[in-house]
C-alpha cells in the first residue's frame, strides 16, 4: 500500500527502507507536513513567514512592487455557532479553494490563523491591487458551501492590503500589521470589501514628466 502525506505527496514503498532516496524522500515529506495547514492544505503560517522575508529582500534589492493581502471570513463565529465546528472548517476549506483558484503560481496563498488568511503577490503593481482584490472577494462571495446534503452557504470575506515599499528593506511584522489596518477599515465599513493601503506617490518635476512624456503618443497627458 503506498503511502501519502496530507498534501498527496507519496512516500516511496517501505521496501526500500534504509536506502538513501527512501530517506531523503521521508525527509522531504516531512518538510512539507511542517509547512503546511492539515485543514486547507494550504501553507501554514511558517512558511508564511518565511516567504514574507523573502519577498521583503527582493523588493529591497529589485525594487519590484509586491502585495501583501490579510483576509478574513465575515461573521465566522456565527457559522460555527449555528451550524458546528464541522460545517466551519467546510467553510476554511472552501474559502481556501477560492483563494488558490484567483492566484498565479508564483503567489503564496496561506492560512495565518483560524479563519483567517494571508496572501503574498510578489510582482503585483498598485494599479492591479484593487482589481486582484475584488476578483477574490467575488469569487468567495459566488460560491455555495455545501454543509450537508440540503444546506448550502454562502459567505463573505473582507480583505486588507498593503504595498512594499520600494527599494526600502521594511520588516515582516510593520507589513503584516500596515494590511491589517486596511482589513479593519473594510470590516468597519461594513464587511465584504477590499481595503488597500496605496503605496505614496513620487513627486516628479515639471522637466521630468516634459523628459517622461517627450515622445509620448498621449497627447491628453503631454500637457495636463
Not at 38 to 58: C, K, M, Q, W
Not at 67 to 83: A, E, G, Q
Not at 197 to 216: C, D, H, N, Q, R
Request: hydrophobic share 45%.
Amino acid at each position: 500500500m503506498q503511502l501519502l502525506t496530507q498534501s498527496g505527496h507519496a512516500l516511496p514503498d517501505l521496501n526500500e527502507v534504509g536506502s538513501a532516496a527512501w530517506l531523503q524522500a521521508v525527509i522531504d515529506a516531512l518538510c512539507d507536513l511542517s509547512s503546511r495547514d492539515p485543514l486547507t492544505g494550504l501553507a501554514n503560517r511558517r512558511h508564511f513567514e518565511v516567504a514574507l522575508a523573502r519577498e521583503i529582500d527582493r523588493v529591497a534589492r529589485a525594487g519590484e512592487p509586491a502585495l501583501v493581502l490579510m483576509v478574513d471570513i465575515d461573521r465566522f463565529k456565527l457559522v460555527n455557532d449555528t451550524h458546528g465546528h464541522a460545517a466551519g472548517d467546510l467553510v476554511i476549506q472552501a474559502v481556501a479553494t477560492c483563494l488558490m483558484e484567483c492566484v498565479r503560481p508564483m503567489d503564496t496563498v496561506s492560512r495565518f490563523g483560524g479563519e483567517e488568511f494571508a496572501i503574498i503577490l510578489p510582482n503585483c503593481p498598485p494599479a492591479f491591487g484593487q482589481q486582484v482584490a475584488e476578483r477574490i472577494r467575488r469569487k468567495v462571495e459566488q460560491r455555495e458551501v455545501v454543509i450537508s446534503l440540503n444546506e448550502t452557504l454562502k459567505v463573505t470575506i473582507s480583505l486588507g492590503g498593503a504595498f512594499a515599499p520600494q527599494w526600502v528593506r521594511s520588516s515582516a511584522p510593520l507589513w503584516i500589521e500596515r494590511a491589517d489596518q486596511q482589513l479593519y477599515r473594510a470590516k468597519s465599513e461594513g464587511r465584504n470589501r477590499a481595503c488597500l493601503e496605496m503605496p505614496p506617490v513620487s513627486l516628479v518635476s515639471a522637466e521630468e514628466k516634459g523628459l517622461l512624456f517627450a515622445t509620448s503618443q498621449f497627447p491628453d497627458i503631454e500637457n495636463p
